[in-house]
T-cell receptor, first 111, second 112 residues
Framework: DVKVTQSSRYLVKRTGEKVFLECVQD?????MFWYRQDPGLGLRLIYF???????EKGDIPEGYSVSREKKERFSLILESASTNQTSMYLC??????????FGSGTQLSVL | SQQGEEDPQALSIQEGENATMNCSYK?????LQWYRQNSGRGLVHLIL?????REKHSGRLRVTLDTSKKSSSLLITASRAADTASYFC????????????FGPGTSLSVIP
């Protein structure tokens, strides 16, 4: 089975800190995604990548950047964390767009 | 912008009853998928229906797709307490390649 691993289950950071969220998949998938999930809003796409070093903006990229130096790893970066970035962050990967495999999520709190 | 939106937002039923959730979307799609999320966890893929299909079954799940109305429904038959979860539809748009967009979800509670 595909495994998508997010580095932290819970994370607490201060406003203004630079935050790295790491995601690793073990199935050689081309596509990787970062979503944030907030109550009542569902999942919103932040960034996605369809190949190494390739990235595309999703619906809410402001305040975020990403890095994909290796196929298996897709990192989400909060350049200067703010309280409105407190959220559940979900990483996913897929071979084609027909089935996404999700990690368990990182609950980020920015104080 | 949300591609898919589910209805209702929340649903509470008795064990053994059927649960129906609906999803509407805005643009032409290649595929529509349904996912399930248990509280505080990642999402799990349930079923995919292609734009040229009208109905699909998997165990106790039945999915329909009406591309003329840009809508889909997920039916869970003979529900169990273990079906309690949030359910999301997701679409990949023909005009926004590589993007998979999720709706806000339906929270299903199955009461034993």
């Amino acid at each position: 089975d595909v495994k998508v691993t997010q580095s932290s289950r819970y994370l607490v950071k201060r406003t203004g800190e630079k935050v790295f969220l790491e995601c690793v998949q073990d199935m050689d998938h081309e596509n990787m995604f970062w979503y944030r999930q907030d109550p009542g809003l569902g999942l919103r796409l932040i960034y996605f990548s369809y190949d190494v070093k390739m990235k595309e903006k999703g619906d809410i990229p402001e305040g975020y950047s990403v890095s994909r130096e290796k196929k298996e790893r897709f990192s989400l970066i909060l350049e200067s964390a703010s309280t409105n970035q407190t959220s559940m962050y979900l990483c996913a990967s897929s071979l084609q767009l027909e089935k996404l495999f999700f990690g368990s999520g990182t609950q980020l709190s920015v104080l | 912008s949300q591609q898919g939106e589910e209805d209702p937002q929340a649903l509470s039923i008795q064990e053994g009853e059927n649960a129906t959730m609906n999803c509407s979307y805005k643009t032409s799609i290649n595929n529509l998928q349904w996912y399930r999320q248990n509280s505080g966890r990642g999402l799990v893929h349930l079923i995919l229906i292609r734009s040229n299909e009208r109905e699909k079954h998997s165990g106790r799940l039945r999915v329909t797709l009406d591309t003329s109305k840009k809508s889909s429904s997920l039916l869970i038959t003979a529900s169990r307490a273990a079906d309690t979860a949030s359910y999301f539809c997701a679409t990949d748009s023909k005009t926004s390649y590589d993007k998979v967009i999720f709706g806000p979800g339906t929270s299903l509670s199955v009461i034993p």
